[in-house]
């Protein structure tokens, strides 16, 4: 019934390991679905999960246990938790000045500040900020829960009351009025401020899907649609026009002109009132000039706001006669301007029409790389924002500035001991960590701009440091040569990255006491700066006294500190990190937890901080050349150790998990398959053991049928302490007896255990499992979700019980089977698996102990083995991954996120792409190539950007900006323009035209900072050329843009598209000619703006996550109505975390759209998709790969609910948006184009729809192989359009070609063979008889008798049935019987839910009366 698991969230990080940072970075949807379903021998578990798969059959309420995360209580606790979350809510009235009382339903944990919110949203409430909330005239405590207010019930009243106002209250009442009046100004959005995005479904849409649903008649609409795509559509159209990537929304242009409330409002320069008028209670003046040309002065007082007597120039502060006086702005104005009356509220009625998703402020700021010319208007609150250090509201609080690292560190330190605290923690986490991310970059901007002094003016630009609204701003180069041994400038740059990827490790491991700074890394004009939290008392002292752990100068010096030790021993587990001992100066021993570069000191506030983490991971020797060092056989053939630009290459955390899965599972087998032989001998009764005292020498000589019973018992026993020994492994392993027959699975599978030599050589599919410790497969839900990183390691002998074999710590044999099991996965411990690593392997100034030479060792060959585990598993398991296309990256970002899952770094992308040249089936990974070249060439054309803005201006000098634009357009010019770009150098505005003429001739390069003037287009293709060979150790065969479209198939608008991501640009949105060779394509007018690039820790909501992934189990097991109920449940969490906007919550609104629709509740599914949609335009960007997604599924939910011309223009937008993203050549368009031709044949628009499926069926067949039943169905629907337009003949040739192909894979037998051949005659019959009428035409002429021929028009039945098919989605036909119980247990659990109890008192009331468990087809191929 769900075919593809594409409802896994955007990524799939565990509540103790942050894998992927969501917001910079999101995949596909296809991409993760590999990644969380594939079991430990790396087998696909889809199919067997999706009827149900007995072992992994969790109860409800172990599931929902495990979804509440909470250790320390039962499954009654939990249930108790969820009810209290669930919460009934109640209806009270409210009272507003000059409206009628009306009714809001709210909920018992709301706070009154809440209500505010509602009031100051609300059509007729919304010009009211400065007011009370009184229950039976006691004024409400606006952070007060409703819960706790005595007397507040069912039908209470509140009244609005209008309060005096203060200087604060007048500032906030104007910026919220600036506000409404903006409410459809779209200029927020294009500029990127205040967390606004856009989005465009409602132009698709005609507004919102609901009403439009309920108001369309299904019959009538089939005459009115407009079925005709635009030309650039069309299969085959080579125009890639930029202009529809954002269609004007018909509001935006109704504010511009006609709906124009207001032309000025501004601060008057009368301010501040002098003290005599503040004695009679000015608080502020403002001057405004309405639509009818009218200039008047107004005074906001405490009373409220009234006309005064001032004018420009003089000052007369008395009230007009009349005044006015009214409590609200909008009140005031609206007697004075008819204009503003009628307009406010004319735009006030369209804001509130709007989704409520089209108007909430996003978690992280998103930026658009295009934008039209936006009218630049006069704001007031826009202008003081710019130059105040304070953010928005943020001067309104108490303490002035924000004490970031106190909020930052509080939010930690808030209890967690049950679910509500832990929403509660999750929550404040969150709010924190996006103010501070939104703080930061606006500091960071501030910086380059050259707003903020130094804090050390007198040294050179690059060692400056800077301070910012209690931010600590540093750039990144190397100051003070600190960094000269790693790689200089080079190493500068990176380390921040790396650092920001330890916060955020240490940050998801989440030890109690042990504190991390708020870090965010901005890259913005060519410079990066790192931005943090500042330590308390750290600027009162020097470094050298405050380090009490690690060392300040990379080893020379090292300091150690048992409280830090006994910390960061409670996340050495975790993350992997080996306890080591370094030398420091004096030759002493000093015991160390992590890197010597992360430095403990404690702060003036008592914490504990650890910082500096940018060597949390392990180096990654392929990109670290080492004297004396010989890389594993598998590096060297791919040509490593390779020399890299610095010496901060670490392997990611990804690869760490997956490397240490693998290890695991070599363990496994070589333990288990040892003592199955044990047991065997014993069974046997030899009189001798001698012949097998060498147990590990026997191991591969063990025939690989051993009995799966014997090895299911002892795997059964082995896996819970294996995974108990390490406990992150119980992530992903341990499930006590019901993983037994996955563990037999993985004995019985493997042919052999791997000599300890080469452990890694293995290629079968358990060594390229893509699941990591960090991602707990949806599956195995019953673990428990947290991680006991501080437990004790438990000997695995322990629990290795064989049947009648003694306790086996007495057994010598069994121990020494473990012995050489742990010496062959190299584990730290020689009783169980521990694998960990010493992260200053390999660092220059290092000095380890003669005594730990050994260790050393054993760590040197792990990371070599982790390396070659990195080339020779990692990357084909991509590569394979996306030939089976359960990896489909659409461009740059989903490729990045699909290497970065399996823990390949970037900087691989050249091997990568090397790889995939060599695999036979290259054609197949056409696309996945092509995305590959164009990342890699925009990648380095973003490195030489970087220098080359840097060589225009430094920060803070003051070096005239007045060429940027210039700048940059030439480097668009020189980087996409077929013409040979000859820089125009902006003629200077500022000089008269008479000097004018002598400075037009300027040179370029001729002094004046106009180096970059210089740049030719054939010079930076050389340097893109030389950076691939030298970053990415790729060859690039090409001189030009031009040359690179023609040889790797690319586009310009593509590559145009993620430069400017890339980079920060944002591009006038017009259409570029870029292959004239006459002229430019850009100008310096076409360049608008230069965006920061910001990455940041995502926080995580755990336990939200935890009931998604139960959900999402119980799903795939085919119980889809308590999987609906526990994604409910996830949403509502993770709204509780998130706030409304979040990628997360897009994944969940997903899936929920898909439950509803499999459901047959189509209506809710187009609510729930249209929200999805909605929400990934806004988080993620209009075009993101995600979007075009979203919007495929909501075309396919539109169809079901009749409206046909909606579901067109959707799948036209999302074509478009693929066109644009990725080009036509890709697997999914095939996918898409089927779509789009079903909906075609639909409305009887045959000829059209025969250019779309053939196109898909060119595509499925370039792609999937043209033996392959995607293929099949292919054929079949072209077929069926032919049939449509009575052409029997080509239909026929169509349908055998899909016959021929079911015949040959699937048997005679099998259904679909059947139906073909069934069909297949149907057809015949109908050439037959319709040759037979012209022969009779032919024969007799006018008076020929025909038989009425059937031309049928498909039914739309028929259609949709196809439609769900293609998209994955079979249904089985249940009886009447059935689905009359299925609804009414729907019904009766609405009902329970309203008549306020928990879905989990329903599983306990009574048992369910439909086994709702049907088993489904996943998938067409």
Known sequence: ??????????????????????????????????????????????????????????????????GAGDTDGGEDSNEQEVIVIQDTGFTVKIQAPGTEPFDLQVSP??????????????????????????????????????????????????????EPYTVREARIHVRHIRDLLKGLDPSDAYNGVDCNSLSFLSVFTDGDLGDSGKRKKKGSELEQIDCTPPEHILPGSKERPLLPLQPQNKDWKVIMMPMQCLKVLTMSGWNPPPGNRKMHGDLMYLYMVTVEERHISITASTRGFYLNQSTTYTFNPKPANPSFLSHSLVELLSQISPAFKKNFTALQKKRVQRHPFERIATPFQVYSWTAPQVDHTMDCVRAEDAYTSRLGYEEHIPGQTRDWNEELQTTRELARKNLPDRLLRERAIFKVHSDFAAAATRGSMAVIDGNVMAINPGEETRMQMFIWNNIFFSLGFDVRDHYRELGGDAAAHAAPTNDLNGVRAYGAVDVEGLYTLGTVVVDYRGYRVTAQSIIPGILEREQEQSVIYGSIDFGKTVVSHGKYLELLERTSRPLKVQRHNVLNEKDESMELCSSVECKGIIGNDGRHYILDLLRTFPPDLNFLPVEGEELSPESVRQGFPRQHRHRLACLRQELIEAFVEHRYLLFMKMAALQLMQQKANKERKLATLTENSSPGAAVPALPSTETPDAS???????????????????????????????????????????????????????????TNASQATPIEDNVVPTVTTNGPLVPFAKAIQNGECESPLEDPKSREVILNACKAVGSISNTSFDIRFNPDIFSPGVRFPEDSADDIQKQKQLLKDAGAFLVSCQIPSLVKDCLDHSALPMDGATLTEALHQRGINVRYLGNVLAFVDKTPAKAQLEHFYRIGISELITRCAKHIFKTYLQTMYSVSQGVELSALSAAVSHFLNCFLSSFDAVAHLPADELVSRRKNRKRRNRVPGGGDNTAWASLTPSELWKNIVSEAQSY?????????????????????????REISIKAGIQILIKEYNFDSRHKPAFTEED??????VVKHVNPKASDAFHFFQSGQAKVQQGYLKEGCELINEALNLFNNVYGAMHVEICACLRLLARLNYIMGDHHEALSNQQKAVLMSERVLGVEHPNTIQEYMHLALYCFANGQLSTALKLLYRARYLMLMVCGEDHPEMALLDSNIGLVLHGVMEYDLSLRFLENALAINSKYHGPRSLKVALSHHLVARVYESKAEFRSALQQEKEGYTIYKNQVGEAHEKTKESSEYLKYLTQQAVALQRTMNEIYKNGSNASIMPLKFTAPSMASVLEQLNIINGIIFIPLSQKDLENLKAEVQRRQQLQESGKSVEDLTVDSPLELEDKIPMDVNVD
């Open 1087 to 1092: 360049i608008l703006n230069i965006f920061p």
């Open 109 to 162: 944990q709301e706070m009154v500040q809440e209500i505010h919110q509602v009031l100051m949203d609300r059509e007729d409430t919304c010009h009211r900020t400065c007011f009370s909330l009184q229950l039976d005239s006691n004024v409400l405590d606006n952070f007060a829960e409703l819960k706790s207010i005595e007397g507040l019930q069912e039908g209470s009243l509140l009244k609005v009351v209008e």
């Open 1032 to 1056: 990415y150790h790729f060859t690039l065969h090409c001189e030009n843009a031009d040359q690179v479209v023609e040889k790797y198939g690319l586009q310009k608008i593509t590559l145009l």
């Open 712 to 770: 299911a018992e002892s795997s059964e026993t082995s896996t819970e302490t294996l995974t108990d020994a390490n406990s992150d492994a119980v992530q992903t392993e341990t499930t006590s007896t019901s993983d037994a027959p996955q563990a037999a699975a993985t004995e019985a599978t493997t042919t052999e255990a791997a000599p300890k030599t080469e452990p890694m050589t293995e290629t079968d599919s358990s060594a390229t499992t893509t």
């Open 1 to 66: 019934m769900v075919s593809k698991t594409d409802d896994i969230p955007a990524s799939v990080p565990n509540c103790n390991v942050n894998t992927v940072d969501l917001v910079g970075e999101t995949p596909d949807r296809k991409e993760t679905t590999k990644a969380p379903h594939k079991d430990p021998c790396g087998h696909s578990v889809d199919t067997a999960v999706m009827n149900g798969g007995g072992a992994h059959n969790l109860s409800e309420e172990e599931s929902k246990q495990d």
